[in-house]
């Protein structure tokens, strides 16, 4: 219903879940197919607040090496939300088949060949995810790219990769040879809204983590925001001011440690407050949350999610 909202009438919708507890594996992907079968979506979902395995999941950040060969030294990625994304993988892949055969994603491997036909076979496949999600769909993406029994099928069909809110997934050497791919490098697009924290973790003292593609940063504008808050709680009116997205150079580095999360937290607090909404914060939990994520990139005059 909502991506019909967006603009992909009549699209199919296929949700892959896996959930065991004692593993730490809570993995949720949504393949979303266009009407003509020719464009679809891979979306991961991100950490559920409610949801104790998603944490776990989040702080299993132990290092592992993946299982196939990418750039020299010792790359490694983070143990929890690399075990995360292989737990679908297979069925995500699967799924993905079926598109590229001009079936529909809804059909499963259980139900066999030749139902639900679409007019053209997968040309085109972008990946996105918020925060875990969003760690996951870069996972994929690196998998699609250099793991040779997925690059054979699906290299020339991804288009690009979207993630907001994410956190980092590997070390200085994974980022470099990600770096080395030009796909990866360009065509992975990191959003950051603001002082989301989740895009400084895992945090210096949990090991060397590193950012890899392209990073844009919303910048809310503070200073006219406290005026506003200040004519608004003072019984007067002022016209709300919208920042901008704009591409940084570096990419966001680690947080300290311990602090960040007490800063995070201590700006979510100060966010409940009129006068104090809209000070400087280094780190803040609420700038994370997706709702800002949507309602910055959406265009002024486009109908949002909610058919507004």
């Known amino acids: 219903m909502i991506m019909a909202r967006l603009g992909l009438e009549d699209n199919q919708c296929r949700m892959i879940q896996l959930s065991v507890d004692a593993l730490f594996l ?35 950040l132990e290092p592992e090496r993946i299982a196939y060969q990418i750039g020299d030294g010792c790359p490694t990625v983070h143990g ?18 079926h598109a590229c055969d001009r079936r529909s ?14 007019e053209g076979g997968l040309e085109a496949l972008y ?39 994410q956190p980092m997934i590997g070390n200085p050497d994974f980022a470099e040879a990600c770096q080395n791919d030009e796909f990866l490098r360009e065509k992975v697009i990191r959003y950051v809204y603001d002082n989301d924290m989740v895009p400084h973790l895992p945090p210096a003292v949990s090991g060397p983590f590193q950012h890899f593609g392209r990073e844009y940063q ?20 002022s016209q709300p001011t919208r920042g901008k997205w704009e591409e940084n150079v570096h990419p966001t580095s680690q947080a300290s440690g311990l602090p960040t999360i007490l800063l995070a937290n201590l700006a979510f607090v100060a966010g409940k407050f009129q006068l104090a909404r809209s000070l400087p914060a280094v780190y803040s939990v609420e700038d994370h949350f997706p709702q800002h994520y949507i309602s910055s990139l959406i265009p002024c005059g486009v109908q949002n999610e909610f058919g507004d």
């Open 218 to 237: 919303y910048r809310a504008p503070r200073f006219r925001n406290a005026l506003t808050d200040l004519f608004e709680y003072l019984g007067r009116t």
């Open 80 to 97: 929890g939300f690399y075990r995360n994304t292989r737990a679908t993988r297979y069925e995500v892949m699967s799924t993905l088949r």
């Open 127 to 165: 990946i996105t995810g918020h925060s875990l999600g969003g760690a996951m769909a870069g996972l994929m993406a690196v998998m699609m790219r250099h793991e040779r029994k997925y690059r054979e099928v699906f290299a020339d069909r991804l288009r690009a990769v979207y993630t907001f809110g």
């Open 105 to 118: 994603v809804r059909v499963s491997s259980s139900d066999g060949a030749g139902l639900s036909m679409m």
């Open 26 to 60: 809570r993995s949720t992907a949504f393949v979303i197919q266009s009407r003509s079968g020719k464009v679809a979506i891979l979306c991961y979902r991100g950490t559920e607040p409610l949801n104790l395995i998603n944490w776990m999941v989040n702080l299993d």
